[in-house]
């Protein structure tokens, strides 16, 4: 039972994975939902059980939309931030913030409306940090991009994304919005079985995130291939790390054993992006070299963090920044948890095997040793 391994924490209608059949959202296959759709579709599917039609997708990503502006107030807790910090800590305090100004209602009623705000406002967090912090400047976080995934791009880099890097991130964003019982999901139903607002829900996601062990393997991931000028050089290394025993991030998963179903679209999004001016074919040949390599000895697939790490450098993303994209894309599985554990709703609270001292009887400070 360490780490809670095969213990069936609660019922789920939202998400299976590891059970045979693949990852699938509300039973849509993961690959049909990463190349057939965008983002804001598949937010819609898991917060309300089936995906949209047109008008209810356009309606949808209106609100998203109009959720991008960010208070006055927000704006200037963002400014107050230092340039130093952690951008998961900026994404938590921004949040917590706007969850000040615009509370949730208490019955829930509004919980669609504050999600779908905090869908438009989680790209706008960082993008207005990033600028204010790293370029000295107030940016406007109006966009004429009409999708979550060319927005966060056209307003990182402050120009036009090309549509293959429009492709992709948008397809990161959908193969990272949910993913089942995983450490933050579960944690944020933790927070919504206490029947907390969303706001708490998101913050208690965002610092579980924040864990190398969870959200930063793709930033390990990527740091590792760029070590290496060439391909004989990595497979080297391998089998040093082999030798001594340690592990190389982004392979294995606690739940998939033979192949990471997200994998597979990863690899295909980094080698549609290797093609790129910028980007450096090279880099996806070592990453290609070491997955076969450890697949092959160690019988150990690649999970989607060894390639979304090469994904985002193709698109000149700051490492640091990956993990809040993140957020930007798990915040829609969050929310589906914490509307699904609310709504049937029984405080989450385990047991734990006890395993200190036996009952004893209390001494005095003036007779201690």
């Known amino acids: 039972m360490s780490g809670l391994a095969g213990v069936t924490a609660g019922q789920s209608a939202i998400c299976t994975c590891g059970l045979g059949n693949g990852l699938n959202y509300r039973g849509y296959d993961i690959a ?3 190349l057939k759709t965008d983002f804001e579709e598949v937010a819609y599917l898991l917060l309300n059980g089936e995906l949209p039609n047109k008008h209810e997708l356009k309606m949808f990503q209106r609100k998203i939309i109009a959720g991008r502006e960010l208070p006055i107030s927000v704006k200037n807790v963002l400014k107050s931030i230092p340039a130093s910090s952690h951008p998961m800590d900026v994404m938590k305090t921004a949040t917590s913030a706007l969850g000040c100004i615009e509370p949730e209602a208490e019955d829930f009623s ?6 779908t ?4 406002a989680f790209p706008s967090f960082l993008v207005y940090w990033h600028h204010w912090h790293k370029n000295g400047k107030e ?6 991009e009409t999708t979550i995934a060319g927005y966060i791009l056209e ?8 549509d293959v890097e429009v492709k992709a991130m948008n397809a990161m964003l959908t193969l990272y919005a949910e ?10 139903r933790i927070t919504a079985s206490t029947l907390s607002d969303i706001y708490s829900c998101m913050t208690t996601g965002i610092g579980t995130l924040k864990g190398p062990l969870h959200g930063g393997a793709n930033e390990v991931a990527i740091k590792f291939v760029l070590q290496f000028s060439d391909v004989n050089e990595a497979l080297k290394e391998v089998d040093e790390l082999f030798a001594r025993k340690e592990k190389i991030m982004g392979f294995g998963h606690r739940v998939y054993r033979e192949l990471d179903p997200r994998s597979p679209i990863g690899h295909q999004l980094a080698d549609e992006l ?7 074919p090279k880099l996806y040949d070592i990453a290609a070299a070491v997955r076969d390599k450890v697949k092959a000895e160690k019988g150990l697939p690649d999970n989607i963090d060894f390639f979304g790490g090469l994904i985002y450098h193709y698109m000149e993303i700051e ?13 829609a599985g969050w929310a589906a948890h914490a509307f699904e554990q609310r709504a049937n709703n029984r405080i989450i609270r385990p047991s734990s095997e006890y395993t200190g001292p036996e009952p004893r009887e209390f001494v005095s400070i003036e007779d201690r040793a």
């Open 32 to 34: 049909d939902l990463a």
């Open 110 to 115: 509004d919980q669609m409306d504050k999600i």
């Open 117 to 120: 705000r905090l869908l438009g």
């Open 139 to 144: 940016i406007d976080l109006i966009s004429d």
């Open 155 to 162: 307003r990182l880099k402050e120009k036009k994304p090309l």
């Open 179 to 188: 993913h089942e019982f995983n450490a933050s999901t579960f944690a944020n």
């Open 274 to 280: 290797k093609e790129l001016e910028t980007s450096d």
């Open 319 to 331: 490492r640091l920044y990956y993990t809040p994209l993140f957020i930007m894309s798990r915040a």
